[in-house]
């Protein structure tokens, strides 16, 4: 979600690329490449290199990878996963504990791939549950464009930090932040938080004017040197800035990294022509990744997927400012990458598993059949493996292929909403809830164990976000 952008002048490339220096020389791929440590990452990276960690019998494994395992999701019953070096070293029955490994049993347990959050917005945890009888616009109108404008570094720290560490307690390891905050104290302040929790992440910056200098700055100095982060360029594709789209997609090719486009999130946005801007800039390809994309025609699907366009759906979001409901069962079809997203204030909380249900749920309230696209294995694929392909990072993360990193779950079923066995991989999807998540592993290291964040002291956390929130609302 994102306010309509005011036309501004045409920037010439000349001055876009401007400061650009080292930033520019070497492109990524997708913007994912390794990055050196700096000094106070140190701890995460010694973390991520420790001893190795075997969850021993794990009662059901979806490894989301068909070779690996039975049907479209790999599944095992009553495996291992063996994890060294913040990598997964082996997936099956029965493994050898290496020396000095920390043994987790998880017997009666689940294990499965992190969550993928393809959009989010962060900040927007100082407006959960406002304006909840407002549309999209009426959304900017009162919640987002006034708060916006409050943010000190403190705060935004405090509400970073709150959202992000409420998705990992929910089982996302990997998310993407949509942020169109310009100050360069505030940015740093915005990675900072995201950092410091762990976290995956892919900080997707929608740049002023666009300013080349500030874009290059970010990128090389806050976000290249996290181990886990990389980096998006973000833009909204509208006729009216089109010269700031065209800049943008230039920008994302000397970088390497993914162009990030809120598009067609509502039908009065029609008449900014968003794909047939995409498309006159040349950027409709795989290094696009649209938001939302609910009121695509067929002629627009067809295109999305010709040319591979990466899509991110946030039903819960669409669904609570009446934007509609995207076209999923269409774009499964046509085999088009859709991954699933939170999408910030309007989602609420960071609930998954609500939005893999919706996700389905949504898809049959339309169409009237239960058997349309996505099924529950779709569904899951999308909020793991699915995710991952979306931000070109499949390579990496999304299986418990041997090689990937570790970025992985650990469900615990015995509880009230979850209980009695029937068939796990369907109560996932209808019955899970954040509090099931019993562990996260980011790269390895554990992020929550036996229900609880590590190293972290909720209460704090809460009542630090609580007063920032008090001091805006006197503001």
């Not at 409901?325 to 046509?334: K, Q």
């Not at 609580?466 to 503001?475: D, I, K, N, Q, T």
Request: hydrophobic share 45%.
């Amino acid at each position: 979600m994102q306010p309509t952008p005011t036309a501004s002048p045409a920037p010439t490339r000349r001055g876009l690329l401007a400061g650009l220096g080292v930033a520019a020389v070497a492109p990524l791929v997708l913007g994912t490449t390794r990055r050196p440590a700096l000094p106070h990452q140190s701890a995460v990276a010694q973390a991520t290199g420790g001893p190795a960690v075997l969850l021993r019998r794990a009662s059901l494994v979806l490894t989301m990878d068909p070779a690996l395992g039975n049907g479209p999701l790999g599944a095992l019953q009553d495996a291992d996963v063996l994890v060294r070096g913040g990598a997964i070293a082996a997936v099956g029955p029965a493994l050898a504990a290496p020396p000095g490994a920390r043994v987790l049993e998880s017997s009666g347990k689940l294990v499965m791939p992190g969550f993928v959050d393809t959009h989010n917005h962060l900040w927007q945890a100082m407006i959960r549950g406002g304006c909840t009888d407002r549309d999209l616009f009426g959304w900017f109108r009162s919640c987002t464009d006034p708060q916006r404008g409050l943010l000190t570094p403190g705060a935004l720290h405090s509400f970073v930090r709150l959202a992000a560490l409420d998705a990992v307690q929910s089982g996302v390891t990997t998310l993407v932040d949509w942020v169109d905050i310009f100050s360069y104290d505030l940015v740093e302040t915005y990675v900072r938080a995201l950092a410091g929790t762990g976290l995956r992440f892919t900080y997707a910056m929608y740049p002023p004017a666009p300013d080349g200098a500030l874009v290059a700055k970010v990128k090389k100095e806050l976000v290249d040197p996290v181990p886990l982060g990389s980096f998006q360029i973000a833009t909204h594709a509208a006729r009216a800035a089109r010269s700031d789209n065209l800049a943008h997609w230039e920008l994302a090719q000397d970088l390497g990294v993914m162009l990030n486009s809120h598009v067609l999130e509502r039908p009065e946005m029609r008449a900014d022509d968003p794909v047939g801007v995409l498309d006159g800039i040349g950027a409709l390809g795989p290094r696009l990744l649209m938001n939302h994309a609910v009121h695509l025609t067929d002629a627009e699907i067809a295109a999305v997927a010709e040319h591979d366009v990466r899509l991110a759906h946030c039903p819960l979001s669409n669904m609570r400012l009446a934007s509609g409901i995207m076209r999923l069962s269409d774009l499964g079809r046509r085999g088009v990458k859709v991954g699933l997203g939170l999408d910030g204030g309007t989602n609420d909380t960071s609930d998954f598993h609500a939005l893999m249900k919706t996700a389905i749920g949504l898809q049959r309230a339309r169409t009237t059949e239960a058997g349309v696209f996505p099924q529950v294995h779709d569904v899951l694929r999308m909020a793991t493996l699915g995710g991952a392909e979306v931000l070109g990072l499949a390579d990496q993360v999304g299986s418990l292929t041997p090689g990937k990193r570790a970025d992985l779950l650990v469900i615990d079923p015995a509880a009230l909403n979850f209980a009695p066995r029937f068939d796990w991989t369907g109560q996932i999807v209808f019955n899970g809830r954040p509090e099931n998540i019993e562990a996260v592993f980011v790269d390895g290291r554990p992020l929550k164990l036996g229900g609880r964040l590590v190293d972290v002291d909720t209460a704090r956390v809460v009542r630090e976000a609580e007063a920032e929130a008090a001091r805006l609302r006197s503001a």
